[in-house]
């Protein structure tokens, strides 16, 4: 693989410092949560900009979460269309090159069908990877555990856009899917995963423990990746203590 390497900044975390350890242990680009304190409205793209260009960083974002691009409802759906593409403007202006976004949706599922509501999240990631390309950032569509567009949905995602996808592997697990079948996934989808969250459990739960903490088969699940493959590798660990991000990026390093 001939991959790049970063985290995603965690609520409460300080941007400063967070693009200062990036740097400090090597990382390639740090993916900027894009969602409460650190919500576009509050961001001053300049400033990203600036910061990441004085440490030789890239930048990726995680859209905000929670806004419902499924919603059969028309108000809703435009709705979070309108934040998700106020959001993605922002991050062309820092310079991020790729945009994490949820397909998912909360509609209410003994009202609406799958059938409805899939078609729907289809359509609005086809709209906003539309709107995304035209500013020069790459929409990464996540699998959602338990949700209308599962890991097990992607094919049709696949098949009708043409997004790219963030493959969450502590998602995948609580999806059903053991490292074995996650590796085969990628084996399979290798050509549009552009992007993985490196999420570790130790059980289907959405852990996000420090990489090597957990019992995913990471290696397995790299090897699947062709030698060719140049994406991109998110640590997604839930802390705010350095430390635990550095004994990640070792374990990491180790791996690759």
Not at 71 to 94: I, Q, T
Not at 153 to 168: C, G, I
Not at 190 to 204: F, G, I, K, M, Y
Not at 218 to 228: G, K, Q, V
Request: aromatic residues 8%.
């Amino acid at each position: 693989m001939d991959e790049r390497t970063g985290f995603v900044t965690q609520m409460g975390m300080d941007r400063e410092a967070a693009f200062d350890v990036a740097a400090d242990l090597g990382f390639d680009y740090v993916e900027v949560m894009l969602d409460g304190p650190s919500a576009h409205r509050n961001v001053d793209p300049e400033s990203v900009r600036k910061s990441a260009e004085e440490r030789d960083l890239d930048l990726a974002v995680h859209l905000p979460f929670t806004l419902d691009v499924g919603s059969p409802h028309d108000h809703v759906r435009e709705g979070a269309l309108r934040e998700l593409r106020a959001a993605v403007e922002v991050a062309a202006a820092f310079g991020a090159e790729k945009g994490v976004v949820h397909a998912s949706s909360n509609a209410w599922r003994p009202a609406w069908d799958g059938e409805t509501v899939r078609a729907t999240v289809v359509d609005s990631l086809a709209d906003l990877d539309a709107f995304a390309a035209e500013r020069g950032v790459e929409l990464c569509a996540e699998n959602v555990p338990g949700g209308w567009f599962s890991i097990e949905e992607f094919d049709r995602l696949f098949a009708e856009t043409d997004v790219s996808m963030t493959l969450d592997t502590g998602h995948a697990r609580i999806d059903g899917l053991d490292s074995a079948e996650t590796a085969a996934f990628v084996a399979d989808h290798a050509d549009r995963v552009s992007h993985v969250h490196l999420n570790d459990t130790r059980q289907p739960k959405d852990e996000h423990l420090p990489f090597g903490a957990g019992t995913i088969d990471f290696e397995r699940i790299f090897a699947a990746f062709p030698d060719d493959w140049s994406g991109t590798l998110s640590l997604e660990v839930f802390t705010l203590e350095y430390e635990y991000v550095e004994t990640s990026k070792a374990h990491l390093d180790d791996l690759l």
